[in-house]
Structure formats: structure tokens, C-alpha cells
């Protein structure tokens, strides 16, 4: 990988003209190339009542992250706002939730989704949530 990106720094800028870039000045082109899109598995699955999700987005975007039933009905967004490029981390504690799903209130256990829309980018994994 070092010589690979060393190589990308001296013969890109970011118009993308052949020159002697430094490493700022490729940093979009680093992004775009090793920082992809990502959406890793929540953590800890199966949860109950808190997990922590972990995303990465290359550049400025729109990103969404919601929490779905078995039923494909929205339960919850947890992000719903333009992010510049980086990694982040989200805590979601079920418990938060208005509204109540199950008889006895609160959340039922079971399955449930996750997704992460980022610019073009969509993500869906699923989770179970054990009382």
C-alpha cells in the first residue's frame, strides 16, 4: 500500500494534472481510493438494549441511518444529516424509543434492520435485539 499511495501523491493533484502534489493536496484522491463507503456490523449483535453502529463515508454526502422492523416499517433514524468525509460511531439505546411494539410496551425481541445511505452508496444489514 505505501508505494502504491506514495506513488499516487507525486503524480496527482487534485484537478488531477500530473505534478509533484504533496500529501495534502491529495488527500481527496487517498479518500476517494482507500476510504470507501462503508457500513460495518453493529456491535454487539445480538444487543439488548444498546448497540453502537460504525460507518465511513470518502466525502461531504447526505447520510441516513435508520432502524427498520422485520416488516420493512421505519422505526427510528439516527442520522439524517450532510457529514464531511471521516469514520463515525453511533449509540442507539432501543429504550429511547417512543411508542410501543410489543403487549407488555417497549420493543419486541427479534429481528430488525439497519441501513446507510450515503450519496449513492446503500448499506442494509440485519440485527437481533434480545429482551
Known sequence: MGS???????SFNLRGN????????????FLLEFFKSALEKNYSNPFNPITTF???????SKVKLTFFNLLGEEVAILVNEEKVA???????????LVGSVSA??????GVYFYQLKAGDYVNTKKMLLIK
Request: overall charge positive; aromatic content about 16%.
Open 54 to 60: 460504525k460507518y465511513s463515508i470518502p466525502e461531504l
Open 104 to 109: 407488555k410496551g417497549g420493543y419486541a425481541s
Open 4 to 10: 502504491k499511495l506514495f506513488k499516487n501523491w507525486i
Open 86 to 96: 471521516g469514520y463515525y460511531t453511533v449509540e442507539f439505546n432501543v429504550t429511547s
Open 18 to 29: 500530473l505534478s509533484n502534489a504533496s500529501p495534502e493536496g491529495c488527500l481527496k484522491i
